[in-house]
């Protein structure tokens, strides 16, 4: 289990910084120190500047170096997004010991993937098109943030205790993502679709709302379902798919709050009021199956293959 990729990058920025300048940025931001910052400061002030100088270089080096990596697959991406993905992909392994779990191959890609913050894990699709780029991107993009704060326009989901189901956490990886890679226009229809399925369930602020609205105001819309065409299958026929599964979830949550709205009895005691659902099957407080495991243990390669043959059955009936 490795340290969260976030926390290792902050490491070498600001072993990278030097003394003076990190007291007086930690003195002007006192609620974003903890308390392993706050000892690292005090060591590195007692420490002698014949010592202190060249370890603060070694570590200048090698944030210089980390950014060149990133602009360099940067650029490869600006001429092949498939190309720049998988080499970003395969430094992050190498250089930050970043796990990856990869899905059964699939053209389904409304699953999309996770991330596991806390032991720098993600699960993701197979780099095909252009979809599953922009998913890798945003997982990244997951490990990149901080830890969710449920402060300011944070707000976990109370209801979830294996993620954190934030919206603006799920918009700030996208942001991230972002930076990572140049986004196509069909990445960023994936990542429109993905903001406005997470926008109608995901814990949300006002502040948070507000922020994904123009967030996605800034995206292309995704094309409108259609027929494949006789070529085989393209990019716009895939996110016809994306779109029907977007609507039958949207229909799916208006048809939970007006269950909800009735009084619907739990599924399983069949007594107390229905105030969540999981999948089609609504629950009371009392019934609701959690998960006791974290992300990492629950998405395993015989859990998405489970969970994609049940999607489809549903999608059959």
């Known amino acids: 289990m490795g340290a969260p990729l976030h926390d290792q990058i902050r490491t070498l920025e600001r072993a990278a910084t030097p003394v003076e300048e990190l007291a007086a940025a930690d003195a002007a931001h006192p609620e974003s120190v903890s308390s392993e910052d706050s000892a690292n400061l005090r060591r590195r002030r007692v420490c002698p500047v014949e ?3 060249p370890g603060e270089q070694e570590a200048r080096t090698a944030l210089e170096a980390h950014r060149a990596e990133l602009r360099r697959w940067y650029e490869i991406g ?3 997004p498939f190309a720049g993905t998988r ?3 395969d430094y992050v392994q190498q250089r930050f010991g970043t796990r990856v779990y990869w899905m059964s191959a699939t053209r389904d890609y409304d699953y999309g993937g996770s991330a596991s913050w806390r032991t720098n894990e993600i699960t993701i699709p197979l780099v095909q098109d252009e979809a599953a780029a922009a998913v890798v991107c945003h997982e990244l993009g997951h490990l990149l943030q901080p830890n ?3 402060r300011g326009a944070h707000q976990r989901d109370k209801d979830e205790d294996s993620s954190w189901l934030c919206l603006e956490c799920e918009r700030d990886a996208w942001v991230r993502g972002m930076a ?3 986004f196509t226009a069909a990445m960023q229809q994936r990542a429109r679709w993905s ?7 995901a814990a949300a602020t006002p502040v948070a709302l507000t922020a994904a609205d123009a967030f996605i105001a800034m995206l292309p819309p995704a094309p409108r379902p259609g027929h494949a065409p006789k070529g085989g299958t393209t990019m716009t026929h895939e996110r016809a798919t994306v779109d029907v599964v977007h609507e039958r979830t949207v229909a ?9 709205a009735r009084g619907a009895k739990c599924a399983a005691c069949r007594t107390n009021t229905a105030t969540t659902m999981r999948g089609t099957v609504l629950f009371c407080a009392r019934c609701r199956p959690t998960s ?3 992300n990492s243990e629950r998405l395993d390669p015989k859990r998405i293959e489970f969970l994609r043959r049940l999607h489809r059955q549903r999608l059959a009936s």
């Open 252 to 260: 799916a949550m208006n048809e939970f709050r007006s269950a909800i």
């Open 78 to 80: 600006r001429r092949d």
């Open 87 to 89: 080499g970003l992909l």
């Open 148 to 150: 969710c704060s449920n």
């Open 180 to 182: 990572l890679m140049p």
């Open 195 to 201: 903001l406005e399925t997470y926008r109608g369930y």
């Open 51 to 53: 010592l202190r100088g």
């Open 292 to 294: 006791r495991t974290p």
